[in-house]
């Protein structure tokens, strides 16, 4: 039941340039969308959301968009960091609930080169 | 800055086995949360809790696996009888507000059924 699909399992990217990492999902009921990040060892850390009446959120460096008749999110960060370097994980959550229950894709690991 | 724990760390058990998985999630949230990750794999949701009750929870959460709140801080996950497909990373999470969707991870627990 592969409802959210993050299909790159990694990707490399030089210092200062941008990193986009792409999410497609399935289920139309979907109405809120996440990045996390995890780093070895630890659990994933909340990056950024979009909620599906939005096509574009801004957060510092990490800009997400939403394209719903597409189906598909990205995650763009602009400049890349050696310490963005980690496991990103598209996931989302759909109406009805009110359990905040989330759906992940299977993760993109990003490797930023000095 | 207020953060999820977990023990232990790692939990190593014979097939057959009662494990617990412990957690201590913000003080202040509502809604607590298990997710698991086998490796390679996908962060997968478990099941969710809020007001001392179970209030969604998947079709891996079978009548193997329970949770509870025992004191107010501890927020546990006990598998009954482990079979060596349940090996794999538990994370707990927790939020104030499931509508907000941002739930904080805590590091894991890597259980490894022999």
């Known amino acids: 039941d592969q409802q959210v699909k993050q299909n790159s399992p990694s990707l490399s990217v030089q210092e200062g340039r941008i990193s986009i990492l792409n999410c497609d999902y399935t289920?139309?009921?979907?109405?809120?969308f996440l990045w996390y990040k995890k780093y070895p060892a630890e659990g994933p850390t909340f990056l950024i959301s979009?909620?599906?009446?939005?096509d574009k959120n801004e957060d510092g460096r990490f800009t997400v968009f939403l394209n719903k008749s597409a189906k598909h999110l990205s995650l763009h960060i602009v400049p890349s960091q050696p310490g963005d370097s980690a496991v990103y994980f598209c996931?989302?959550?759909?109406?009805?609930?009110?359990?905040?229950?989330?759906?992940f894709g299977q993760g993109t690991t990003l490797q930023v080169k000095p | 800055e207020p953060e999820v724990t977990q023990t232990p760390s790692h939990q190593v058990t014979q097939m057959g086995q009662e494990v617990i998985l412990r957690c201590v999630p913000i003080?202040?949230?509502?809604?607590f949360y298990w997710y698991r990750q086998i490796l390679g794999q996908k962060v997968e949701f478990l099941v969710s809790?809020?007001?001392?009750?179970?209030?969604?929870k998947s079709e891996i959460f079978d009548d193997q696996f329970s949770v509870e709140r025992p004191d107010g801080s501890n927020f546990t996950l006990k598998i009954r009888s482990t079979k060596l497909e349940d090996s794999a990373m538990y994370f707990c999470a927790s939020t104030y507000d499931p509508y907000s969707y941002e739930q904080y991870f805590g590091p894991g627990t890597r259980l490894t059924v022999t």
């Open positions: 003080s202040n949230h509502l809604y």
């Open positions: 996931a989302a959550s759909k109406k009805p609930s009110n359990t905040g229950k989330l759906i």
């Open positions: 809790f809020y007001n001392n009750e179970i209030s969604e």
């Open positions: 979009i909620s599906s009446i939005k």
């Open positions: 289920n139309s009921m979907f109405d809120y």
